[in-house]
């Protein structure tokens, strides 16, 4: 099993920053690609970014491109998401999640909450 533990969530202004951090443990040798998902009021869960396990293969969905960066340190065991020039639409819960190679996303952190308004 992996454990994921989400934290840097808050209260922002409209074009301001934050960064998540999203800190793994347990059996993490089995996981290669780590994401960011999130889930505004009412809406579905959706994909935000991606990363593989080297760093690379990086994704981000339209959204979020040239706003959000996607890192990870695997000295840390912890995958990050620089968030600039928030908009009030990128409020929601972000979830963390992982995944072992030939499967789905299936190891997911409790989420944070991410509110930008003025």
């Known amino acids: 099993q992996v454990q994921l533990v989400e934290s840097g969530g808050g209260l922002v202004q409209p074009g301001g920053s934050l960064r998540l951090s999203c800190a793994a443990s347990?059996?993490?040798?089995?996981?290669?690609?780590m994401a960011w998902f999130r889930q505004g009021p009412g809406k579905e869960r959706d994909f935000v970014a991606r990363?593989?396990?080297?760093?690379?293969?990086?994704q981000y969905t339209s959204s979020v491109k040239g706003r959000f960066t996607i890192s990870r340190d695997n000295a840390k065991n912890t995958v990050y998401l620089q968030m600039n020039f928030l908009k009030p639409r990128d409020t929601a819960v972000y979830y963390c999640?992982?995944?072992?190679?030939?499967?789905?996303?299936?190891?997911w952190g409790q989420g944070t909450q991410v509110t930008v308004s003025s």
């Open positions: 990363i593989g396990w080297n760093g690379g293969s990086i």
């Open positions: 999640a992982a995944k072992r190679a030939g499967e789905d996303f299936d190891f």
């Open positions: 347990g059996n993490i040798f089995s996981i290669n690609d």
